[in-house]
């Protein structure tokens, strides 16, 4: 039978979508249609599709019922169990030392925004990144494919309309070598023409502000669902959707909007890095 302890309906959070997120997959990966594994817990099958959106809570041990049900290895308990745990204070973390891990975090949010804002003062921002960048950079192959797979969202139909900030500094750091950054360059040049991302350059002369020293992005979905933040050290990915949070991104954003080149001009300087590059590869 159903457990009589019936938690309210809410609105999800990004770690309740995680969490609902992580516990498909598991059903998923066991080929077990929901309705049979509702069934097989004495669960309705509304409660189980509110789980796996992150709009219902229930206890660590249900889900750890749930995740016995479907066979999942001792790696995936741990790690459900894990997010399953943690207290929604409007900020949690994801380690790299998993990129599975960030990349489920990452991913789930990102098919779900109806809008990605994402900003690097240094490097080109993930989202954006060709393969032998990604790799150049990480030297994992693993993180570069993570990256690769999470750019899906970006080609497909009703994605999220997405702003790439980047610093010139970042055209002018060469990473990997020249025929890595024209590559990278005639990328970013190409999607300037793209329906749904929209690179965006800040210019060298740009002045200085607090807004340039650390990369971000921000992330905002339908009503009535709260908007993300996010942003990566060298550890670790840390998420946001406190309110107080979100503003200070917003406010962050707004002021690199005032900073960018229009999209032309932007387009133009990309164009232009890229050519210096080609050049540099034929001599």
Known sequence: MESEERPPVRLSTARSRELGEELRRVRHRARMSSGTVAEALGWSLG???????????????EISTLLGRCGADKPTRDRVLAIASEADTGSFLRMHDSSSDTLTALAVHEHTARTVTSYEPLTVPSLAQTEDYAYALTRNRAVTQARMTRQEVLRRTGGPETVIYLHEAALRLVVGDRKVMRDQLLRLTLMCAWDQIHPRVIPMNAPLHVALRHPATLLTFTAPVKPLAYTETETATVFHDDPGAITAYQVKMNHLERLVLPPTESRAVLARWADAYDRDTRT
């Open 47 to 61: 409660k189980l599709s509110k789980l796996e959106t992150g709009t219902r809570g229930t206890s660590p041990c």
